[in-house]
């Protein structure tokens, strides 16, 4: 009895591979020591592909389906191991495992900005980030490529690649596209095929597929944003330099009044100096606005004719300034006297 047992263990009759779990792309049958008997049963699996190997050379490759293993269904291992139609014999041979169903959710983003050409800015550093996702499709090409002689080659590993290969066709993905940057996050999915195209050849080099692609985000860099944004401000006043600098000092204000008291004697200071360079500057345009002319950079504006609503108005604006601790009582009484003197 135990010599039969030991004679059992030679040889291998069934070969299968039932996958325990995600992420793994090839696995290699254990055969320590043991031979395949010939007429033994072969099951590949829906989403597997099986692949015999001879001394390191790729013979037969099977698709899903159960097979018995004769010199019929292994012509080319027959041709190489100089079978002849009548043998029957155990055979050793190594036997590889790949999953063909997709890989999804992989993950690409760029670590650090990548500069493309744009038709708008000229050139731009661009961040973006998404998935993509994948599948074996030439088994024997990734076996020669990727795996080779491996027991088990695992999704996490060929990821550091794959994601180089996705950022280093983000370029020409933009350029084949003709998408200027500031139309990107509203053209994603266009954008995300372009870069599939891109991409796919490389994948197909390694005897993969790539399935499909995703943009989550494109963005730009955090002070390349303040410059756009900045741009879309000026382009929201009509590219008038005097009203972009009001809003940009009337959105300032509220800053610097918070920030005015808490940062020591130091900090007091430096936030009352600009407060009060502030409030001068909002002083001279509430100025300017009454008069309706006059440089941005004078300080006292003389007009005459000036009606007292409107001067009372002025004062009120700079009331609220000395409420908010930007300007000083004595300036505020200053200006003031002066607006009230325009009145005489």
């Known amino acids: 009895m135990a ?41 590949v699996r829906e989403s597997q592909m099986a692949v015999f190997v001879n001394e390191g050379q790729v013979a037969d490759v099977f698709g ?56 708008d800015f000229g050139a731009v550093r661009l961040r973006g980030f998404g998935n993509y996702a994948y599948r074996i499709a030439d088994p024997k090409l990734f076996h020669t490529e990727i795996s080779g002689t491996r027991e088990r080659y695992t999704v996490a590993e060929l990821d550091g690649q794959l994601r180089a290969l996705m950022l280093q066709h983000i370029s020409d993905a933009v350029a084949s596209s003709g998408i200027a940057f500031l139309d990107l996050a509203a053209n994603q999915v266009e954008f995300a ?37 900045q741009k879309i401000g000026m382009g929201m006043v009509g590219n008038d330099m005097g009203k972009f600098m009001q809003y940009q000092t009337a959105q300032s204000l509220p800053e610097f009044a918070k920030g005015a008291g ?8 430096m936030g009352l100096g600009a407060g009060v360079a502030l409030g001068q500057v909002m002083a001279q345009q509430l100025g300017q606005g009454l008069q309706g002319a006059g440089a941005a950079a004078q300080a006292t504006p003389a007009a005459v004719g000036v009606k007292p609503d409107e001067v009372m108005a002025t004062i009120e604006k700079l009331a609220e300034l000395k409420g908010k601790g930007i300007l000083s009582a ?14 005489v």
């Open 330 to 343: 004595e300036e505020f009484e200053a200006k003031k006297t002066e607006l009230l003197k325009k009145l």
């Open 193 to 229: 095929s372009q870069l599939q195209q891109a991409t796919a050849p490389a994948f197909e080099k390694l005897g993969l597929r790539l399935e499909a692609v995703t943009v989550q985000n494109v963005s730009l860099p955090e002070e390349l944003q303040k410059i756009l944004d």
């Open 262 to 269: 808490g940062g020591g004697v130091v900090g007091d200071a």
């Open 64 to 119: 899903p389906g159960m097979y018995k293993l004769t010199t019929q269904t292994l012509p080319v291992l027959t041709y190489l191991k100089n079978w002849d139609k009548l043998f029957q014999s155990p055979f050793k041979s190594d036997v590889y495992f790949f999953s063909t169903r997709q890989q999804v959710d992989q993950r690409w983003g760029t670590t650090q900005p990548v500069t493309i050409r744009d038709k």
């Open 3 to 43: 010599l039969m047992d030991f004679v059992k263990k030679q040889f291998i009759d069934i070969i299968e591979w039932t996958e325990a779990g995600d992420g793994t792309l090839a696995w290699r049958f254990p055969m320590a020591d043991r031979e395949i008997q010939n007429g033994a049963s072969l099951t």
